[in-house]
């Protein structure tokens, strides 16, 4: 008798947590977070991968609180990479981003990345400030592929920080992007969205997602970029979506959650 009830408590328990697993609603989840507060790049950040016409490697620098690209013509692509078996496959990543140098060209760029894949040199899909500042400048690219030549207008200035977010979702197929400045509230909808098997094929998912830092190695394009306070989610959005200063809050509230 008594291990009769062992064993019914034991499924009357299974069954209360499976029923609160189905009834849970999307998962709501900082996967990854780093404010770049300790002056060192640490060993999670993948910088070393080989570039695309690696004319000139990136030089990625954590200095002064923040991650910077210094390289004015890097390479393409040029990606900082955090990698984690975790990461679901529906996944998005923000970040703040400064523009400090800039030349108008096709290969000026500056963003963010996922599904960046280690068996196709490190492409993935991107999010991009493109080729201007102030017209048709923002813009989704199939690394190496195709543009999804669908832009859209944000006027982004030199010497400002800037939200950028994307997220691309496995279940309904399809990659949003958008961007807003530091100290303004967030949109509530994306810039855009579109199909990401409508622009260069579909890529499959993988567990790799990155800043880009430029690619300025043709032309006039002269790209140095810096980050700050980069956040990987899953499909429930970071754990806070409210912005504050460089500096602020937020890096003080969020480095106790699941910083490494
Ligand atoms: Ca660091
Ligand atoms: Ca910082």
Not at 68 to 88: C, K, M, R, W
Request: charged share 20%; with cysteine; glycine share 10%.
């Amino acid at each position: 008798m008594k291990s009769f009830k062992l064993v019914y408590g034991f499924h009357l328990a299974g069954m209360a947590i499976m029923l609160c697993l189905a009834a849970a609603p999307a998962f709501t989840k900082t996967l990854f977070h780093d404010d770049f507060s300790d002056n060192r790049l640490g060993p999670e950040w993948l910088v070393g991968h080989p570039q695309q016409e690696a004319v000139n490697a990136p030089q990625w620098v954590e200095d002064g609180g923040v991650l910077t690209q210094l390289e004015e013509a890097s390479g393409d692509t040029t990606y900082a990479i955090v990698e984690d078996n975790s990461f679901p496959d529906a996944i998005g990543v923000m970040v703040k981003m400064r523009l400090e140098t800039w030349g108008d060209n096709d290969r000026a760029r500056a963003g963010v990345g996922v599904w960046i894949d280690p068996d196709d040199n490190y492409n993935g899909y991107t999010w991009l400030v493109h080729e201007r500042l102030d017209d048709t400048n923002m813009e989704f690219l199939n690394d190496r592929r195709a543009w999804a030549n669908e832009e859209e207008t944000f006027l982004v200035e030199l010497n400002t920080w800037y939200w950028i977010s994307m997220f691309i979702d496995s279940g309904t197929g399809d990659i949003s992007g958008k961007i807003w400045a530091v100290g303004d509230d967030e949109p509530t909808e994306w810039l855009k969205t579109l199909p990401y098997a409508s622009f260069g094929g579909e890529r499959q998912p993988t567990k790799l997602v990155g800043l880009n830092g430029g690619s300025g190695n043709v032309g006039s394009a002269a790209n140095v970029v810096s980050f700050d306070d980069v956040i990987i989610f899953d499909s429930g959005g970071p754990d806070s979506l409210t912005p504050v200063e460089p500096g602020g809050k937020l890096a003080t509230t969020w480095s106790a959650i699941k910083s490494k």
